[in-house]
Structures are given as structure tokens and as C-alpha cells.
């Protein structure tokens, strides 16, 4: 895995501030997977708006993450085993998807582009 982070601050001090907010963010983008958790398919990945989630069977609270981590919406599936989500709001670029279940929590990227 390659990742780069561009960086400009007016002292050295700052570029080093900078530079540890860089690392500590690129720390809290990686997906995080419960061992207990099936395996979540978002596709298609890129998606220019509509993306298909199939989920575990039972109840799932479906989040739409910005990069920074803020909540942009909330969806809750009572059961079954897929869920579509409308992503044609949101601007080109990275966002997370979070899916809570009784079975766990798992976090994956998502890229929405034109």
C-alpha cells in the first residue's frame, strides 16, 4: 500500500504539526473489519451515484462517512439482505461506508465520481 500526503506550512514546526495530523488521519481512513463480520459487497466501486450494499441477514444501521469521518446520513435496513444508497448528492471523491450489525462493525471506502 503507497500513500502521499502533500504538506506546506509556513515554519518547520507547523510542517511537523502537519505532517502528524497527515499520519494520525491516514490512520483513521484504513478500513476496519470485525473478525465476526460476513463479508459486506458495495458495488459498483467507483459509482457515479447509486451503490448496491448486500449485507448479512438481519438488522443493519448504514452510515455514509466523509474522509474527515463527519456523518453525512444515516440509513437503517430492518432485515434483509441488500440496501441501495443514493450517493448522486455528494461531490466526486473518497467516502466511508460504516455497517453496523448484531454481528459487528465493518468500515470500507467507497468512491463516488462523475
Same mark, same amino acid.
Given at each position: 500500500?503507497? @500513500?502521499?500526503? $502533500? !504538506?506546506?506550512?509556513?515554519?518547520? @514546526? &507547523? !510542517?511537523?504539526?502537519?505532517?502528524?495530523?497527515?499520519?494520525?488521519?491516514?490512520? *483513521?481512513?484504513? =478500513?476496519?473489519?470485525?473478525?465476526?463480520?460476513? $463479508?459486506?459487497?458495495?458495488? =459498483?466501486?467507483?459509482? /457515479?451515484?447509486?451503490?448496491? $450494499?448486500?449485507?448479512?441477514?438481519?438488522?443493519? /444501521?448504514?452510515?455514509?462517512?466523509?474522509?474527515?469521518? *463527519? &456523518?453525512?446520513?444515516?440509513?437503517?435496513? =430492518?432485515?434483509?439482505?441488500?440496501?441501495? !444508497?443514493?450517493?448522486?448528492?455528494?461531490?466526486?471523491?473518497?467516502?466511508?461506508?460504516?455497517?453496523?450489525?448484531?454481528?459487528?462493525? /465493518? /468500515?470500507?471506502?467507497?468512491?463516488? *465520481?462523475?
Amino acid at each position: 500500500m503507497v @500513500a502521499f500526503a $502533500v !504538506l506546506a506550512a509556513p515554519s518547520l @514546526a &507547523e !510542517l511537523q504539526v502537519a505532517a502528524d495530523a497527515a499520519a494520525s488521519r491516514y490512520r *483513521q481512513v484504513l =478500513p476496519v473489519r470485525s473478525a465476526s463480520l460476513p $463479508v459486506v459487497a458495495l458495488y =459498483p466501486n467507483p459509482t /457515479t451515484g447509486r451503490l448496491q $450494499v448486500d449485507l448479512p441477514a438481519g438488522p443493519a /444501521t448504514i452510515r455514509v462517512l466523509s474522509v474527515l469521518g *463527519q &456523518e453525512l446520513r444515516v440509513y437503517s435496513v =430492518p432485515g434483509g439482505r441488500s440496501a441501495q !444508497l443514493d450517493l448522486s448528492a455528494y461531490p466526486s471523491g473518497l467516502y466511508l461506508i460504516q455497517i453496523s450489525t448484531a454481528g459487528g462493525t /465493518t /468500515t470500507q471506502r467507497v468512491v463516488r *465520481q462523475l
